[in-house]
Every structure is written in C-alpha cells, then in structure tokens.
C-alpha cells in the first residue's frame, strides 16, 4: 500500500470485505464480533487468530460497523458478544459490566498537517479529522490540547486512516492522526505538501477486546480459546512478522483484494513490530495502567488515577491462564 489509488481501492475492497463476514449472523452457535472499522490489513494478524480459533472449533461471525461507538453499544445491549476498540469511558460512565481481556494494539500513531502548519501552535482554533469519537486519536488530541496549551477548532471524524489520507490529498483535509502504515503513503505520495507535528510517547491501548463479564463466565471453553489463538499468533508475529501473511495465503483472507494491494503485507507488519505496536504479552495489567494513565489525561476517565481498579474494566484470568498454558 505505497499510493493512494491503492488506499483507495483498498478502502472500497475492505469494507466489502468486512460485510461478507455479516453475511452469516444470527447462525446458531457463533460468536458475534463487532468491529468498529472496516477489515484491513491493519487487522489482518487478529483475522489469522480467528482462523486459528476455528481450527480448535470456535464458530465466529464478525461484523463491521461504521463506528466504534456503535460497536460498543452493541456489547452493552448484548447483540454482540465480543467488541474491539477502548471502552474505558462507557465501562466508568455506564457502570455496564464490560471488560477487558487482551490487547490487540497500541497507540502508535502520527499527526500529520499541511505544511503551513509549522507548529502545534499554528494549530490553535483549526479543525481537525479523527477516527472516532472517544477513540484512541480523539484521546490523543485532548493530551496535544493540554500540553500545548492549544484548542483545536471543529473535531470531525471519519473511520479508518485510509480514508483520511485520502480526503488529505484530495484537499478535504488539512490535519489528522493516522497510523503507521497510513503515514507512511502520505509521506510517499504528497510529502511536499504535508508535515508530520512533534508526538509524545505512548504505550496506552489503541484496540482491545472485550465483552460482558456474564458472557465471559458463562463461555470459558471459548474465551480461553481465543485468548490462547491470539497469544499464540501475537508470539510469533512477534518473532517472525512474515507468518501475517503466510497465514493469510493458508487461511485464503482478504481475498477480494488485487495482489498489489497485498504486496507490502510482510513490510507493514515488520513496521508494525518495530514501532511497538504490539504486545507480546497480550497488554494485561501493564496495559490497564498505561491505559489508566492516558485516558485520565485525555478526559475520558474522571477521578484520581489510583483509584482506578483494574478489576473494574479488565477480567485478567483469560489472559494469565493462556500465559500460564503457553509457558511465561
């Protein structure tokens, strides 16, 4: 994915991708999973996981909506059983028993501007495009805010980094926060045109998975093998971040796609393990309290940060049985 015609034709192919997952809901026995965005690439590893679940005889559906915040209602009212995304702020606000049980990826993202934004304070009282209301770049917009003693203008948000460097080069947009790979293809394509702004350092959730604690206890044969899929897939990516798409070929996934737009599998994910995306562990307690820390200074958690409980917005069993299982 090194132009944007390929992000664009990605854009399109992905989300019919992801609908044809939707294609089997309401099937008796199966795992409904809410996704928040559209399948991709980006999400490729935690599809292999899923493959490898299915093969120890988990039945799953996984449907995309069009926002995260959707698909996090959808776990509170129990039409989904398993969402994706970072519901700290719905877990503290709506007393809902949601909780966390593995980290899928961290916060690694960019700020990128048209170049006549030459400092963060250029950028006070400017709109800006975000993923999602709440989300993990809205988050990181709120801390940019409080930091630099700036406020941005109107925040708008649209799904999917892809989509955002598209309408950047399209001259729709003229700030955003977008992923690695996403960053990279703006750079490539219109670098003379747009800046990547000064970021901290984060090493706060960016997607987790979580579910209602209910669900989680009345389905541990399940939990656990997913949890187990995951750990397993995130070790050896890891390790070796060719297996994504070795895997991918096994499994026959995002199959829909023109062959260029899979070429740079093994690159993006390489990237990906280099920057730190992923947990090899899983996130876990240190991710609830990295987590515990950022989203406090975003806003989106209210009181004194030692009195957050872990227990209150991850269930940690899954995760230190698999750990336990997979040896350390």
Do not use: C
Request: without cysteine; hydrophobic residues 45%.
């Amino acid at each position: 994915m090194r132009n944007s015609l390929k992000a664009a034709v990605a854009a399109v192919a992905l989300g019919a991708f992801a609908l044809s997952f939707a294609a089997t809901a309401d099937a008796a026995g199966k795992v409904r999973i809410a996704l928040g965005d559209v399948a991709s690439v980006e999400t490729l590893s935690f599809l292999v996981a899923l493959e490898r679940a299915k093969e120890r005889g988990l039945d799953y559906e996984l449907t995309a909506f069009a926002k995260e915040e959707l698909a996090i209602q959808t776990i509170i009212s129990g039409q989904m059983d398993v969402g994706i995304g970072t519901p700290y702020a719905v877990i503290q606000k709506s007393k809902a028993p949601i909780r966390n049980f593995f980290q899928l990826s961290r916060l690694v993202f960019y700020p990128v501007a048209e170049k006549r934004y030459t400092s963060w304070a250029d950028m006070n009282g400017e709109p800006i495009t975000l993923h999602s209301r709440g989300g993990g770049t809205d988050a990181i917009a709120s801390i940019i805010e409080k930091r630099e003693g700036i406020k941005f203008g109107p925040r708008s948000y649209v799904p999917g980094s892809e989509n955002r460097i598209i309408l950047m080069m399209k001259g729709q947009v003229a700030a955003s926060i977008v992923d690695l790979s996403n960053k990279n293809i703006l750079m490539d394509k219109a670098g003379d045109k747009f800046a990547i702004l000064p970021m901290f350092e984060v090493l706060a959730s960016d997607e987790v998975l979580f579910a209602n604690q209910n669900w989680i206890d009345d389905n541990p044969e399940t939990v656990a093998i997913l949890v187990e899929s995951l750990l397993e897939v995130w070790r050896e990516m890891t390790a070796d971040p060719t297996i994504v798409d070795r895997d991918r070929v096994k499994y026959n996934l995002l199959a829909d796609l023109p062959q260029e737009l899979l070429s740079d599998v093994d690159g993006y994910y390489a990237e990906a393990v280099d920057g730190g995306l992923f947990d090899r562990s899983g996130g876990g307690k240190s991710a609830a309290l990295a987590d515990f820390e950022f989203y406090s200074e975003a806003g989106q958690l209210t009181g004194a940060i030692d009195s957050l409980k872990i227990e209150d917005f991850w269930d940690l069993r899954p995760l230190n049985a698999a750990i336990a299982k997979a040896g350390g």
